[in-house]
């Protein structure tokens, strides 16, 4: 037979054998290799310890878009070169110290911001020049003020810094922060003590002591938590501090120790920072328990009673011209009542007004049954599809979801030097993309008035009908803080006059017969295809832009007291500004239903908010 010889193999099968033989040593050594490389890089990451959670922190900017303003203690805390703060970097660290670190740490500028986003009800562009409404010159001798630290924080985190700092709360249990300072100073000591040669005892006593703490302060979060031997524990650390400053170590090497363990705490309270930010925004455009607990019981009982009746009557007026139409955009049940109540409770005669509540289909049935449930005056309420209406009329632009207004944050910077310590902000609503359909959906109409649902109506708004818009589109407030020639880099090569203001939605009379003459529509389409577009937050970003060019020169200024802005974001405002307008705006992420909501605001969209609704009690709905 062939390949065997007299050894019982052939030449080749004896190569082959051999190559294999020695391959194999080659992947033993490999495998040994990788198994003492992967734990000698585990512990290098404990030695530098990493703080627990920092390693997954990608530091997006996703968290720019947190746009909620809060008031800020303006008060100036001084840091002492004597007075460092001792805080491990495991251990939670006392509020007044990390507050202080992370003024500090927020000064430095962070990665760039991308030109403009858009979320849910939130964006954020950069703005190429100053903003000069409200934003005054710093001087050189303020630049670390607590003013600009707030702008440059708010700048990276958005309202939610404010809001933060708005509710901190200052520690309290001085000898838990007693002993965080203690340990943080045994640490720094402890690598230089165990050097030295002799001191053996010393360096047992201190990790000993170090250990004690730990184990405290693992098991307590305030004083009431510590055991009764805590003074004793106490005195001994500060008998072996005071042992270990008196050998003769290198202090450098101590300062090298403090700065680590305080870089390390600065990051740990950074990441936690950003971490927060994100669970409020998601606090603050996520619907609730109850809020969907509300839906939920409100679709299942329209089905139980259907209410044609009612529909049949509202269907009667909807078309009629002679009528007050309002229109609002809403897939909140709450919001958009309180809108409603308000307006009807404050107008004079209320028979002649039509409310259309544009709705999703998710949130289509259970607004037609709550209207059924509760009558506001003797207004008319109609309520319509959204999904429906998208597919009925056929436009050029490509509809997606229905989109509410968009709020977008805008970040100016102050003065010439463009660092974010003179990072301004401001917020600007304007037209979703769905609301470009508005002259389809309502052919017969010639004129509405638009509400956004987070606006109160606290006066009567019917002369808005007499006002005669002298050839324009619309009337809406104008906000001269931002202009045209603010936002140029987001404009793209169109013509437009840059020192013309940007324009408010949340209060706008429309005329439709103009809106069609002119195509409104259409050149905003174009506009939108011609902005570049990768993804969906970029395609609703296009909204600001797209909304500033296809209403320039067509707006007609309305008295700006006709409106009192930023109540969503804003903790600034008068309450006699508040009282004395005629409608309240609450733009920003702090909607008066929220928990989140300014408290000192809020009581002025409670008092129209619908009482006496079994489900909202069923259902805990308690805004």
């Known amino acids: 037979m062939k390949g065997y010889g007299a050894g019982g193999l052939s030449a080749a099968a004896q190569q082959a054998a051999k190559r294999r033989w020695k391959g194999q040593p080659a992947a033993v050594f490999v495998l040994v290799f990788f198994s003492l490389l992967v734990p000698l890089v585990f512990l290098l990451g404990l030695q530098n310890r990493f703080p627990s959670g920092y390693l997954a922190d990608v530091r997006s900017q996703q968290e720019s878009n947190f746009d909620t303003y809060r008031n800020v203690t303006r008060e100036q805390e001084q840091i002492s070169s004597k007075d460092v703060p001792h805080v491990p970097p495991h251990v939670p660290p006392p509020a007044e110290e990390l507050n202080k670190r992370i003024k500090e740490t927020l000064v430095s500028p962070t990665s760039q911001l991308k030109n403009y986003s858009s979320q849910a009800r939130g964006g954020e562009l950069k703005s190429n020049g100053p903003i000069g409404v409200g934003d005054g010159k710093p001087s050189h001798d303020t630049v670390l003020s607590v003013y600009e630290t707030d702008r440059s924080c708010e700048h990276e985190f958005g309202s939610y810094c404010l809001w933060s700092r708005r509710h901190r709360r200052v520690m309290k249990d001085s000898i838990v922060k007693r002993l965080k300072d203690q340990l943080f100073v045994a640490r720094a000591y402890y690598p230089s003590i165990a050097k030295i040669q002799g001191k053996e005892t010393l360096t047992r006593e201190l990790k000993l002591n170090i250990q004690d703490h730990e184990r405290m302060l693992s098991e307590a979060v305030s004083d009431l938590d ?24 290198d202090c450098n ?14 990051d740990e309270a950074h990441f936690h920072m950003k971490q927060s930010a994100f669970l409020y925004q998601l606090g603050v455009q996520t619907m609730s328990k109850t809020f969907h607990c509300l839906l939920m019981r409100l679709t299942v009982e329209f089905f139980k009673s259907p209410a044609s009746k009612v529909e049949h009557i509202s269907a009667s007026k909807s078309v009629d011209p002679s009528y007050l ?20 409770t404050n107008s004079e005669e209320s028979d002649s007004i039509v409310f259309h509540v544009i709705t999703d289909k998710q949130n289509f049935y259970s607004m037609k049954h709550w209207f059924v449930r509760h009558s506001y005056g003797n207004a008319t309420i109609h309520i319509l599809n959204f999904d429906e209406l ?32 003179q990072m301004g902000t401001k917020y600007l609503s304007v037209f979703g993309h769905s609301h470009f359909l508005l002259p389809n959906m309502f052919k017969d109409l010639k004129k509405i008035v638009l509400l956004d649902d987070d606006v109160v109506v606290q006066k009567d708004i019917s002369f808005l009908w007499n006002l005669h818009l002298g050839g324009k589109v619309i009337g809406a407030t104008e906000f001269c803080g931002v202009k045209l020639g603010h936002l140029k880099s987001n404009l793209g090569t169109a013509v437009y006059d840059s020192n013309a203001c940007a324009w408010m939605s949340g209060v706008n009379i429309i005329d439709l017969e103009k809106w069609r003459e002119l195509d409104i529509t259409g050149v905003y389409g174009r506009i939108v295809d011609q902005l570049k577009q990768e993804n969906e937050a970029q395609w609703r970003a296009t909204a600001l832009p797209a909304n500033l060019l296809a209403f320039h020169g067509h707006i007609y200024a309305l008295d700006n007291t006709l409106v009192q802005q930023g109540l969503g974001h804003d903790y600034e405002v008068s309450e006699d500004s508040v009282k004395d307008a005629v409608t309240l705006h609450y733009n920003g992420n702090m909607k008066p239903w929220l928990d989140l909501a300014i ?25």
């Open 226 to 249: 510590l055991p009764s031997l805590v003074g004793k524990k106490i005195a001994n650390m500060d008998k072996v501090i005071a042992k270990a400053k008196s050998c003769p170590i």
């Open 253 to 266: 090497n101590v300062d090298k120790k403090l700065r680590q363990i305080l870089d390390l705490t600065e």
């Open 390 to 421: 998208k597919s009925n009329h056929v436009s050029n632009l490509e509809f997606g979801e229905m989109s509410m207004s968009e709020e977008f944050r805008i970040s100016s910077h102050t003065t010439s030097q463009q660092t974010p310590l």
């Open 325 to 344: 139409h309002y229109v609002i955009f809403s897939r909140n049940i709450l919001a958009v009542s309180v809108t409603i109540n308000s307006t009807v």
């Open 599 to 623: 408290p000192k605001y809020k009581n002025f969209w409670k008092k129209y908010l619908t009482r006496d609704e079994r489900y909202m009690e069923e259902c805990n709905v308690n805004p």
